[in-house]
């Protein structure tokens, strides 16, 4: 093991190092998208430049922490302190001789998208297996704010290409145009979830309840969205005044983005999960917004399905 000792200066600049262009130079599989990498086996390991993003884990650092500490998880060794150093060290930007080019994704359309004219399985799985009212999924479907994708996947059995139907839920910037979408599958033998590829970052799912907006409520998924929704009416309290926003997991940049442009009047909510992330994602929000108000799901439960599913189980 090398007894090089490092400068404060020296240690600095490794911290600094292009974090995204060393991973590609070692053969990690990053996704351009943006000014962003992305993990490609799993989205919600995020990196800039010089810094990681572990969306949903709520863990980040420079590039020093990330190969001390992470890069055994995505299928490269650990290195010890020393090891990273002489990887990183003598300069702020690292540039690699023969740096692989990164794919840079398209921006998602719907026009790549396989749409169904009915929507029988995403309404069979909403209303059924997760308990969602008609009426208020008759009502995104009728205001083009749920589709029914048809894709395939392989049989196990078979190995050959069987129809399986996903739940679409469209993500709209401010000009009204579909930028993005979060996916649900509806196969209980196969189910999923994400953020279709190419979605535009910082925005989420969104649904608007009146003309004026008094909250914004944040959830970690379209299906605690809706959930909650339904909660909400068992108990005959108005929806009116608010903006349901899905973080899709708990993607800060959704967070942090939407509350950009959100008129100072509206008091943002966050309904996430009753777990650790969900906690962490709390703490996070409150340490840097003071106006942010919290209400979760009853203790008895993780999140608002679960808790829808409970409710209607009693009555």
């Not at 890069?71 to 302190?81: Q, R, V």
């Not at 990183?88 to 994704?105: Q, T, V, W, Y």
Request: neutral net charge.
């Amino acid at each position: 093991m090398s007894k090089e000792r490092y400068s404060p200066e020296q240690i600095h600049l490794a911290r600094q190092a292009n974090l995204a262009e060393y991973l590609m130079s070692i053969g990690v599989p990053l996704v351009k998208e943006g000014s962003r990498y992305r993990y490609r086996d799993d989205r919600k390991l995020v990196f800039t430049d010089n810094a990681f993003y572990w969306n949903g884990r709520n863990e980040t650092g420079n590039a020093i922490d990330f190969l001390t500490k992470y890069l055994g998880e995505i299928g490269k060794p650990n290195l010890n302190f020393r090891d990273a150093m002489s990887e990183l060290a003598g300069a702020a930007s690292f540039r690699p001789p023969d740096k692989p080019e990164a794919h840079e994704i398209p921006a998602f359309s719907l026009e790549g998208v396989t749409l169904s004219e009915k929507h029988n399985r995403v309404i069979a799985y909403l209303c059924k297996a997760r308990k969602i009212d008609y009426s208020i999924v008759k009502h995104l479907i009728n205001e083009r704010l749920l589709f029914q994708e048809v894709t395939t996947y392989p049989d196990k059995r078979t190995g050959q290409p069987k129809e399986m139907y996903n739940a679409l839920f469209p993500i709209y910037d401010e000009q009204k145009q579909i930028v993005g979408a979060e996916v649900v599958g509806t196969l209980t033998t196969n189910r999923f979830k994400g953020i279709k590829e190419g979605s535009a970052n910082g925005y989420g799912y969104t649904v608007v309840r009146g003309a004026t907006a008094k909250y914004a409520l944040f959830f970690e998924s379209a299906i605690d969205l809706l959930s909650f929704m339904v909660i909400e009416r068992l108990k005959n309290k108005p929806l009116d005044g608010c903006i349901f926003v899905s973080l899709a997991g708990l993607k800060e940049n959704i967070f942090e983005q939407t509350l950009k442009k959100l008129d100072v009047s509206i008091t943002p909510v966050l309904c996430v999960d009753n777990d650790t992330a969900g906690e962490n994602f709390i703490n996070q929000a409150l340490s840097k917004h003071s106006n942010v108000r919290v209400f979760q799901p009853e203790s008895q439960y993780k999140d608002w399905n679960e808790q829808l599913c409970g409710m209607k189980d009693k009555l």
